[in-house]
């Protein structure tokens, strides 16, 4: 079966309404030599591994319900697929203007396609990171109903099955809460790097998923660049952290002294 049958755009959050965090259609998590898509259906939701060599459908899966690949940042593509190699996380898909009062997460097995654990919340949640281990979930729960950017990073542990009671957030600050929109990540040795625009002084976000910590990292600039949002995170041959510009130009790296 050809996966052009099958995959369609995902419909556009309204404007001005909450972030849409999961999304649906070809637009899903990629790894190795498959696309994993989530393709809705009246009623249901269909989980798709397809082979990206000629869009083959390898296996799939019907799930009741309105399901999406998890969007952390445009050049993320993978962050949703756990370290074993077989198993993705799927959040639900809501539309509206107003913070949905409950969040759900499902863990598929796409080897087997079936569902190994399904996790209820109450309040407005979105997939963030998973540690290497498999034992925190990490998510960005949005507080407040009139601003949409506002957000506070948790973690929910995956071995005692709850959510974790504090807020992950620089002990360096007295702030919990942070505002912003993603624009790049990348991934090292436990460590998810998360690049913000605020419409102001941008940010990158550095989660220790390994120790359920994290530290902001302040970027030198008084106001964002133009074409922010083409900005992007990466590693240089030393393995430093740097953001590179439109045209791929290293413009930052992350030293200790943006770090402290």
């Known amino acids: 079966m050809s996966a052009a049958v099958l995959a369609v755009a995902a419909p ?71 370290g074993d190699g077989r198993t993705i996380v799927l959040g639900n898909v809501s539309y509206g203007m107003t913070l949905r009062k409950h969040s759900s997460f499902l863990f598929a097995d796409t080897k087997r396609m079936r569902i190994r654990r399904t996790i209820h919340l109450d309040g407005h949640f979105a997939f963030d990171a998973v540690s290497p281990d498999a034992r925190y979930l990490y998510l960005t729960e949005f507080v407040s109903p009139k601003d949409f950017a506002a957000y506070r990073v948790r973690a929910y542990d995956l071995r005692a099955n709850r959510l974790l009671p504090k807020i992950v957030s620089d002990r360096r600050s007295w702030e919990t809460s942070m505002q912003g929109w993603p624009v790049s990540r990348v991934d090292r040795n436990g460590w998810a790097f998360t690049l913000y625009a605020t419409g102001g002084r941008p940010f990158i976000h550095a989660l220790d998923t390994k120790h359920v910590a994290a530290v902001c990292l302040n970027l030198p600039w008084a106001k964002e660049p133009s074409r922010f949002f083409d900005y992007r995170l990466g590693f240089d041959r030393d393995g430093h952290l740097v953001v590179r510009g439109p045209k791929g130009r290293t413009l930052v790296t992350i030293t200790r002294e943006l770090a402290t």
């Open 12 to 82: 556009a959050a309204g404007d001005g309404g909450p972030p849409q965090n999961a999304v649906q259609g070809w637009d899903g998590a990629t790894r190795g030599a498959f696309r994993y898509v989530a393709v809705p259906t009246p009623g249901w939701t269909s989980l798709q591994m397809i082979r990206r060599d000629g869009g083959r459908i390898m296996q799939w899966m019907n799930l009741k319900g309105n399901w999406g690949i998890p969007f952390v940042a445009p050049d993320a593509t993978g962050e949703a697929l756990l």
